[in-house]
């Protein structure tokens, strides 16, 4: 068996509770490969971020890893064990995702850098990277495609049992930070790959967040549940109204930007509402510094250049109004208006 059935993943999606949470990184962590790199991987930031997630009646979360994680397996595989059975203990179950064309290339084992002063995910990491996935495109002959097909098949094949796991989202925007139609080619590879496996999960692409019609097409074909993104809140309807047609359960992988009316108050009720699953962008404001708006990108270069860096220990400058991101790392949160209402949708 491959692609689900519609009858398959509605009787699926039937048999979760709302499923409400966010896309996780622990404050400590600038991005994936710090997240679960065992010289960096943080038990102890990991397990209380996780249970303020917890306390505020969130039961998923949405982690990235990096296909570079799998170079070194047995540390990999023992860091992420571990997360899992956080999420186990706190009855938190995480959609894993594989693969990312957002924000920068060039990404690398080892010390990650230190966050840019006031600039969104100033140190995200592709993966594999805009000009790995560009040769892929031009030659089936790449010298990287056996290396990302043993990451992908060999992760999903480990866990693709795994109770602890909620489904597989195989590949975050392609085509996403001007790449386009280029993504193609590998985001191919990577659904025949996963379906050679056929973990006892769910698998998905976002269809809304991909950028070109191919590409939007394959992951439509393929998806056993639909997933989309959506940050503008006149957006929002349209998008539900136009998914829905397709018949399959709908989760809204990623949302919520203050400044763009996306708000928990607004997004929420209709979710629930239409018993859509969701999971908003961040949960504590940390090294990702993702509650600084995505215009603050353009500054990236020049702050750098000029050696405007967050220091180990430095206080984290805040915007006025953030714009992703709920808590900040002491547990005090943006908004206590915000937490009462996200706690009284959720039934805590």
């Known amino acids: 068996m491959s692609i689900w059935s519609a009858d398959l993943a509605n009787s699926w999606y039937k048999d979760q509770d709302w499923l409400v949470g966010c896309n996780f990184l622990p404050s400590s962590s600038i991005n994936q490969l710090e997240m679960f790199q065992k010289d960096t991987f943080d038990i102890e930031t990991i397990k209380r971020e996780i249970g303020w997630a917890k306390n505020l009646g969130f039961n998923t979360l949405r982690v990235y890893l990096h296909d570079l994680l799998w170079e070194e397996k047995n540390e990999f595989i023992y860091t992420f064990n571990i997360f899992l059975d956080i999420c186990s203990e706190f009855s938190i179950k995480p959609m894993i995702v594989l693969f990312d064309d957002c924000h920068y290339p060039l990404a690398e084992l080892g010390k990650q850098p230190l966050p840019v002063k006031g600039v969104h995910n100033s140190g995200w990491r592709q993966s594999p990277g805009h000009s790995i996935v560009a040769e892929i495109s031009r030659s089936n002959s790449s010298v990287h495609l056996p290396r990302l097909k043993r990451f992908t098949q060999e992760v999903l094949d480990l866990y693709k049992d795994d109770e602890r796991i909620l489904m597989w989202d195989l590949y975050n925007e392609p ?112 090294k990702s510094q993702t509650h600084f708006s995505w215009e603050t990108i353009f500054y990236l270069n020049e702050r750098r250049d000029k050696g405007e860096l967050v220091q180990v220990g430095d206080q984290l400058i805040e915007p006025e109004v953030w714009f992703h991101d709920i808590y900040r790392k002491d547990g005090s949160s943006f908004s206590d208006k915000e937490i009462l209402f996200i706690k009284k949708i959720l039934n805590r």
């Open 175 to 286: 085509g996403q930070f001007g790449i386009g139609e280029t993504s193609l080619t590998l985001l191919e590879y990577v659904w025949d790959w996963a379906h050679e496996v056929r973990p006892c999960q769910p698998l998905t692409a976002c269809l809304d967040g991909s950028i070109g019609d191919n590409i939007i097409a394959l992951n439509k074909k393929n998806s056993d549940i639909i997933t989309f993104h959506t940050y503008e809140a006149d957006k929002l309807n349209p998008s539900i109204e136009e998914l829905s047609k397709i018949g399959r359960p709908l989760m809204c992988t990623e949302y919520m930007a203050r400044e763009y009316g996306t708000t928990f108050e607004f997004c929420l009720p209709i979710f629930k509402d239409k018993n859509i699953a969701c999971y908003n962008w961040g949960l504590v404001a940390g």
